[in-house]
């Protein structure tokens, strides 16, 4: 009886032990192969983003003649509406079809173009149709932010950051980061397509995660954090934490085993 007390109280602890979570669990961008030094420069694979549907652009045209573009630029208000939030019912989204329906112009696609071709279709357009081919006119365009999701372990929300260019590391950051209990290993990034959604995998804690095509989110990105096995089989996150739960778990089948070899 002794013995198979003690066997059932060394598996207790052994698996307590061992199952805080460790640095290698929660730093990001480990040089887990040693070949990396602090001059290194790591090639990130980035390419131009592409407007999806339901993004939100703002487009501004700019002339000599002010009056001319007036029909073309939503109206600013005095607490600047135009930006930020006030895109949403200023900006052009991209409707199911990949279109915007833009002043005069009509339904233009703009589905899979980059900014920098927006802009240019749109330059020529104008040009073509509105104004005349030796009119200087300046068009700008912008994404109106990166709109993208959070969801699983330490929380999670819809967040928006005014920027056409963001990782995946200052996003999670925007959102108030990671706890400790989250499985940065396995980070996993629902991204839309044209012919749908797919899911993919990245590891935040190697530091050739910054050469990951997922590495930069997408406009629409939901990242979906999963938490740490120890977590769901109840560990705890240090090692003080694990000695306290030791302890405790000593203290009772003590207790136990002497009260009933006295009865």
């Keep these: 009886m002794l013995k198979r007390f003690f066997l059932f109280l060394g598996i207790i602890v052994s698996v307590l032990s061992t199952s805080c979570i460790t640095n290698k669990d929660v730093v990001y961008l ?14 990130e694979i980035t390419k131009p983003y592409r407007v999806q549907i339901g993004d939100i652009l703002s487009i501004n045209v700019k002339a000599l003649d002010k009056e001319l573009v007036d029909i073309f630029n939503p109206i600013e208000s005095a ?4 930006g930020g939030g006030g895109l949403y019912f200023s900006g052009f989204t991209v409707d199911l079809h990949g279109n915007i ?5 009509g339904k233009i696609n703009v589905l899979g173009y980059t900014i ?24 700008t365009v912008k994404l109106s932010g990166l709109k993208y999701t959070v969801t699983g372990e330490g929380g999670g929300g819809v967040y928006t950051i005014f920027q056409e260019r963001v990782n995946i590391i200052e996003a999670l950051a925007n959102a108030g980061d990671l706890p ?12 839309q397509y044209p012919g749908g959604q797919k899911i993919h995998h990245i590891d935040l804690t190697d530091i050739k995660a910054m050469q990951s095509p997922f590495y930069y989110i997408q406009s629409n990105d939901i990242i979906m954090v999963k938490p740490l ?34 009865l």
């Design 30 to 43: 480990q040089d887990k192969d040693g070949t990396a030094s602090s001059e290194t420069i790591l090639n």
């Design 79 to 82: 607490s600047g509406g135009s």
């Design 101 to 105: 329906d833009f002043p005069i112009l």
């Design 116 to 139: 920098e071709e927006i802009k240019n279709k749109v330059s020529n357009e104008l040009l073509k149709q509105y104004f005349k081919e030796t009119a200087e006119i300046f068009v």
């Design 180 to 191: 400790a209990t989250a499985d940065r290993k396995d980070i996993l990034i629902i991204r």
């Design 229 to 262: 096995k120890r977590k769901v089989i109840g560990a705890g996150q240090t090692a003080i934490q694990n000695f306290t739960t030791i302890a405790s778990i000593l203290s009772v089948l003590v207790s136990t085993y002497f009260l009933t070899k006295n």
